[in-house]
């Protein structure tokens, strides 16, 4: 499996076979070689056998160790060719038979960097593999494990060290069942890489090329349509940055989507976690503060603008009014250095708020769900002295001349009339009713606990809904209009597969 490090030259290619228990065959596939006046390979003909091991079917899901070994090649590495992947004997299936001599990590392809220079770089790459490996149970370090098995990503060399084409940048074995596999060895071709986004490259090459091993496929968009560019399964460069395992499902693919080689779509944090369990995450929640308004008054279709940020990126930011979210934001778009950091988000004021004193704060969330709120802004709207004259929502109730819910108390599958009432925020009505509900992506693995179902409501999104409700739904229909006219309601909205990423 291959990716580029730079926009401006693009090749991808799949070198994938399927062989049965017991059976091992060669593969021929085109790898795309043409040189761009950069020097760097992009489209083109060329031609490239790889042999396949024998090797049996691999179980699903086997224990794998909780130790991923970064592999400098000091002073070079040998690797030896063969059927079985051992990482605590260096052999891979990866390249021919016999044995192969990796150069040393470097700090810029084609440049002389040795020494401190070498040591500084590195350095990072190992930090920021720490970091996107850090929500996992997993413990990443570029010492070699001893007595253990472990898997090796070598971080080194260029790819015609181990006799393949000089467009590859990374490449590593994917069993054909998607399982997580123990003790093997990726590559990702430090020295090949250039200078732009040095770092970074890496880092996300690696974080692929061991990826395969844990099972996952390539990316292409997430299910909302927006691109996978920012997560390390993608060949995407329509964003740049630091990579992480981005906790949303994604539909699969290199150049365009394709079904995920398993089924289904894709959600590469949790696939890492189904294999490792939770660690903990060594980047902060996100940043959030409130800059306008800071006090005073604010009028029906005010605004209220706040800036947050994360390293990994906001997912969302929320406006909650008086201990209530009333209105969301999905996270600025990344773009060629990740996502602005802070990015500044301006909300409305939903229709049907109600009039009085209310206290504002804006709360800002990763992918990971890990949060962060703004301080607090007390302002008035309109003026009132009554649950009457202020116009309290349904379900609300008037106390200082505030209008404020209850703490919800609906757990999943309760009867509800209005989505504040239930401990996931969402009321969803059926022809037998409303039913408290969590949002879910239809047809994914697990998408929703014992006894409920995913019921479609968009595209590829739905809620989970009791297994024995009937009908269609809708989100807070006439029995909830207050969620409605506020904006806030559901989104409705043995076998072996080579992958390799390819210089751009």
Same mark, same amino acid.
């Given at each position: 499996?291959?990716?580029?490090?730079?926009?401006?030259?693009?090749?991808?290619?799949?070198?994938?076979?399927?062989?049965?228990?017991? =059976?091992?065959?060669?593969?021929?596939?085109?790898?795309?070689?043409?040189?761009?006046?950069?020097?760097?390979?992009?489209?083109?003909?060329?031609?490239?056998?790889?042999?396949?091991?024998?090797?049996?079917?691999?179980?699903?899901?086997?224990?794998?160790?909780?130790?991923?070994?970064?592999?400098?090649?000091?002073?070079?590495?040998?690797?030896?060719?063969?059927?079985?992947?051992?990482?605590?004997?260096?052999?891979?299936?990866?390249?021919?038979?016999?044995?192969?001599?990796?150069?040393?990590?470097?700090?810029?392809?084609?440049?002389?960097?040795?020494?401190?220079?070498?040591?500084?770089?590195?350095?990072?790459?190992?930090?920021?593999?720490?970091?996107?490996?850090?929500?996992?149970?997993?413990?990443?370090?570029?010492?070699?494990?001893?007595?253990?098995?472990?898997?090796?990503?070598?971080?080194?060399g260029v790819p015609t060290d181990i006799g393949l084409d000089n467009s590859i940048l990374g490449i590593a074995p994917l069993a054909g069942d998607c399982s997580a596999q123990d003790n093997v060895i990726s590559f990702s071709f430090a020295n090949h890489h250039g200078t732009n986004e040095r770092?970074?490259?890496?880092?996300?090459?690696?974080?692929?090329?061991?990826?395969?091993?844990?099972?996952?496929?390539?990316?292409?968009? /997430?299910?909302?349509?927006?691109?996978?560019?920012?997560?390390?399964?993608?060949?995407?460069?329509?964003?740049?940055?630091?990579?992480?395992?981005?906790?949303?499902?994604?539909?699969?693919?290199?150049?365009?989507?394709?079904?995920?080689?398993?089924?289904?779509?894709?959600?590469?944090?949790?696939?890492?976690?189904?294999?490792?369990?939770?660690?903990?995450?060594?980047?902060?929640?996100?940043?959030?503060?409130?800059?306008?308004?800071?006090?005073?008054?604010?009028?029906?279709?005010?605004?209220?603008?706040?800036?947050?940020?994360?390293?990994?990126?906001?997912?969302?930011?929320?406006?909650?009014?008086?201990? /209530?979210?009333?209105?969301?934001?999905?996270?600025?778009?990344?773009?060629?250095?990740?996502?602005?950091?802070?990015?500044?988000?301006?909300?409305?004021?939903?229709?049907?708020?109600?009039?009085?004193?209310?206290?504002?704060?804006?709360?800002?969330?990763?992918?990971?769900?890990?949060?962060?709120?703004?301080?607090?802004?007390?302002?008035?709207?309109?003026?009132?002295?009554?649950?009457?004259?202020? !116009?309290?929502?349904?379900?609300?109730?008037?106390?200082?001349?505030?209008?404020?819910?209850?703490?919800?108390?609906?757990?999943?599958?309760?009867?509800?009339?209005?989505?504040?009432?239930?401990?996931?925020?969402?009321?969803?009505?059926?022809?037998?009713?409303?039913?408290?509900?969590?949002?879910?992506?239809?047809?994914?693995?697990?998408?929703?606990?014992?006894? /409920?179902?995913?019921?479609?409501?968009?595209?590829?999104?739905?809620?989970?809904?009791?297994?024995?409700?009937?009908?269609?739904?809708?989100?807070?229909?006439?029995?909830?209009?207050?969620?409605? !006219?506020?904006?806030?309601?559901?989104?409705?909205?043995? =076998?072996?597969?080579?992958?390799?990423?390819?210089?751009?």
């Amino acid at each position: 499996m291959v990716r580029m490090p730079s926009p401006s030259v693009v090749a991808v290619a799949l070198v994938t076979s399927l062989v049965a228990p017991a =059976l091992a065959e060669n593969v021929d596939t085109t790898l795309k070689t043409q040189v761009t006046p950069s020097g760097l390979p992009m489209r083109g003909n060329g031609r490239v056998t790889v042999d396949t091991p024998l090797e049996m079917f691999t179980p699903a899901e086997p224990k794998i160790s909780p130790y991923l070994y970064l592999n400098r090649c000091t002073g070079g590495c040998t690797v030896h060719g063969g059927a079985i992947n051992d990482a605590r004997t260096d052999t891979s299936s990866i390249p021919g038979t016999g044995d192969y001599m990796l150069g040393e990590y470097q700090c810029a392809a084609g440049a002389t960097c040795i020494g401190s220079l070498a040591d500084a770089e590195w350095a990072q790459v190992v930090q920021c593999l720490k970091e996107v490996y850090s929500p996992f149970a997993i413990t990443v370090t570029d010492q070699k494990p001893q007595g253990v098995s472990y898997t090796m990503a070598i971080i080194a060399g260029v790819p015609t060290d181990i006799g393949l084409d000089n467009s590859i940048l990374g490449i590593a074995p994917l069993a054909g069942d998607c399982s997580a596999q123990d003790n093997v060895i990726s590559f990702s071709f430090a020295n090949h890489h250039g200078t732009n986004e040095r770092v970074n490259n890496i880092c996300w090459t690696a974080a692929q090329e061991t990826a395969h091993a844990f099972g996952l496929d390539h990316e292409y968009q /997430f299910s909302d349509g927006t691109s996978a560019c920012n997560d390390p399964m993608t060949y995407r460069f329509d964003c740049g940055g630091q990579k992480f395992f981005r906790n949303k499902a994604a539909q699969c693919g290199e150049d365009a989507v394709r079904t995920c080689r398993c089924g289904g779509s894709q959600n590469s944090h949790v696939k890492i976690r189904n294999v490792f369990g939770d660690g903990v995450s060594l980047i902060p929640p996100p940043t959030s503060m409130i800059i306008s308004p800071l006090s005073g008054t604010i009028a029906s279709g005010g605004v209220v603008a706040a800036n947050a940020g994360s390293r990994r990126g906001v997912a969302k930011v929320e406006l909650w009014l008086n201990g /209530f979210k009333w209105a969301e934001k999905p996270g600025a778009a990344f773009g060629q250095n990740g996502q602005l950091n802070p990015s500044t988000y301006s909300i409305m004021l939903p229709a049907g708020v109600p009039d009085g004193t209310i206290d504002i704060i804006v709360k800002a969330y990763d992918d990971l769900g890990a949060e962060t709120d703004s301080q607090m802004v007390t302002v008035t709207k309109g003026t009132c002295n009554s649950a009457d004259t202020c !116009h309290c929502a349904t379900g609300q109730k008037y106390e200082n001349s505030r209008c404020f819910w209850d703490a919800p108390v609906g757990e999943l599958g309760a009867d509800c009339t209005y989505s504040q009432y239930c401990k996931t925020g969402i009321c969803t009505q059926t022809d037998q009713g409303g039913f408290c509900s969590q949002d879910c992506i239809v047809a994914s693995t697990d998408a929703c606990p014992m006894g /409920f179902q995913c019921i479609a409501t968009g595209a590829s999104t739905g809620q989970c809904l009791p297994q024995d409700q009937g009908g269609c739904c809708s989100v807070d229909n006439d029995r909830s209009a207050v969620w409605l !006219h506020l904006g806030i309601g559901a989104t409705v909205l043995g =076998l072996i597969v080579r992958r390799r990423r390819r210089r751009r």
